[in-house]
Structure formats: structure tokens, C-alpha cells
């Protein structure tokens, strides 16, 4: 059984609950047009209402858990963040964009920067991790990604990659690398070589699409969704979305002003059991505690 909008069946329209958990329309259809029922007319009002129903109940999940701001933090405000790591007691940041784009030792309590490797300028940082004593860049468009000794910020190697690099994280075996599609791919640590992918969908069983910063988390994946204000919780066999973190109001109207000032950056202390989250040019970075919503 499908709930449908539009006019002739030809030109059904469905109304879905999309990756942005609310009913959308094409463009084309954003207009009042008759409930079709499996393309029938509804005419009886009990059917209309089973209907919506149907339609609002993964509407009520879509937005799932809330957060508790437990502290703030300063953060740079002209950092593009692309990536957040925490490990062994020390925050790392990866910002973007052609000329500025870096990797960086933060130090938490006051935001300043404690040591920092600059790209070459026709690289555009992008996500971040670490692996064993390394840290693991990558570049957004150029197929490069680079290993840098976690100590000293010493180029260690480059290695190579298809496609684009958004966001990196790694579980006991893999490196997991997202690149804006609904795709994630498990890559061999020490080569860069694909081991296997898997793809990305909500619980309406449509793709999940502008997957970007990411952290794996008590066996799943944390993922940022480009220009929204939540995160997806994603099972790392099946791809399928758990639930997911909706960070609306984290920051307060006014304190960014650039379009491109969105949530990115996620970041996991595994010993203190601390979720820390910042974006791209925000003043603030937030440890947060993730808390049902009411």
C-alpha cells in the first residue's frame, strides 16, 4: 500500500519521508492536489486519516534523539573543520579549503592552536583520523590522503585513493571513508585498498545522502549529513540508520553568519566517554550528552 499525492496517475507524485525525516515534494508538485491511495481517489475521511497516519509515523522517529550541553569551549572561528579526532588525552582537527586547510593540535580549554602542518595550497583538507601512532588525512578532490606522525606532525607518506574524500573515522580493522554519496567505504589502513563498502539508508529505505564528518562509536558509525543540523547513527554491517542525534539549536541564531557555517565535527573520548561536536567556522565546540527526546 502507497500513499500518494498528484493529479493522473502518470504523474503520481509521492509524498515520502526522505532523508530529511519530513514529507517532500518535487519542485514541480509543491501544489494542492487530491490523496490517492494506491491511485485511487480517497473519498472516505477515516481512509484520508490512515493515510496520513501511515504517512506521519516515520516523521515521529525521524528526528530521534536530543542533547545536554555538558561544556563549551572556544574554537576558532575561521576554521573550516573537516575533521575531529580525540586520543590519548589530545584534541586534532583537520580544517579546509584551498590555502588554509591544516592539521592541528588543539588544546581544549581555550581553543588555541598548539601545533599545526599546513597543506600546500592546492590541496583541500578534508577528513581526519587516527591510526595507531598516525594521523590520517584526507583531501577532497585530489586523491591524495596523507599520513603524518601523531607526535611531531611529520609527513611520514601519501597514499591514493578514487573519488572524493569527505570524512574519515576506523574501527579495530579499517579505515571507513565517506564522500558525499550514501556509500562508505572499509579501506585497508596500510594501502588504501578497498575491502569492502556498504550503503547507507534511513528507515523509509532511501539512501542517505552528503554523508560527511565521520566517528565510530561503541561499534557504530557517527556520521554529520552536510548543511543539516543532525547526526545519523549507522550500523557498520548493514549500513541501515539506527537512529539518529538532532542537534538543532546547538548553536544560538546569529553567532554564524556564513552559509557554509554548518555541523561538522565529531569527536569520541573513548576513556572519559566525552562526545565533543564543533562546524565549519563556529566560535564554540561543545561536548554534548546525547539524551531521548521528549
Not at 542525534?245 to 561538522?264: F, M, Q, R, Y
Request: net charge neutral; aromatic share 10%.
Amino acid at each position: 500500500m502507497v500513499c500518494q499525492l498528484g493529479g493522473p496517475p502518470s504523474g503520481l507524485a509521492l509524498l515520502n519521508t526522505g532523508r530529511r525525516g519530513m514529507a517532500e515534494l518535487r519542485e514541480d508538485d509543491r501544489r494542492m492536489v487530491p490523496l490517492i491511495w494506491s491511485g485511487m481517489p480517497i473519498r472516505s475521511l477515516s481512509t484520508a486519516i490512515v493515510c496520513l497516519l501511515f504517512l506521519a509515523a516515520p516523521l515521529s522517529r525521524a528526528w530521534g534523539d536530543d542533547f545536554r550541553i555538558i561544556r563549551t569551549y572556544p574554537h576558532d572561528p575561521n576554521a573550516f573543520t573537516q575533521g575531529l579526532v580525540f586520543v590519548d588525552g589530545h584534541l586534532y582537527e583537520s580544517t579546509g579549503r584551498n590555502g588554509h586547510s591544516s592539521v592541528r593540535l588543539i588544546d581544549l580549554s581555550t581553543g588555541w592552536v598548539l601545533k599545526q602542518y599546513d597543506l600546500p595550497q592546492e590541496y583541500f583538507g578534508e577528513g581526519l583520523t587516527d591510526w595507531r601512532d598516525t594521523l590520517i588525512q584526507l583531501t577532497w578532490i585530489s586523491g591524495v590522503a596523507f599520513v603524518y606522525d601523531r607526535s611531531t606532525f611529520t609527513l611520514r607518506r601519501t597514499m591514493h585513493y578514487t573519488g572524493e574524500g569527505w570524512g574519515l573515522t576506523h574501527d579495530s580493522r579499517a579505515l571507513i571513508l565517506s564522500d558525499g554519496t550514501p556509500t562508505l567505504r572499509f579501506l585497508d589502513p596500510n594501502s588504501f585498498r578497498e575491502i569492502k563498502k556498504i550503503n547507507v539508508r534511513d528507515g523509509s529505505n532511501q539512501p542517505v545522502r552528503n554523508l560527511n564528518e565521520l566517528e565510530y562509536i561503541h561499534g557504530e558509525i557517527y556520521a554529520n549529513i552536510w548543511h543539516e543540523n543532525r547526526i545519523a547513527r549507522i550500523s557498520p554491517s548493514t549500513g541501515r540508520v539506527l537512529g539518529w542525534i538532532d542537534l538543532t539549536g546547538l548553536l544560538k541564531p546569529g553567532e554564524v553568519s556564513d552559509p557554509e557555517a554548518v555541523l561538522n565535527g565529531i569527536a569520541y573520548d573513548a576513556k572519559a566517554d566525552g562526545l565533543f561536536v564543533t562546524g565549519k567556522l563556529w566560535p564554540k565546540l561543545f561536548e554534548i550528552k546525547i539524551v531521548p527526546k521528549k
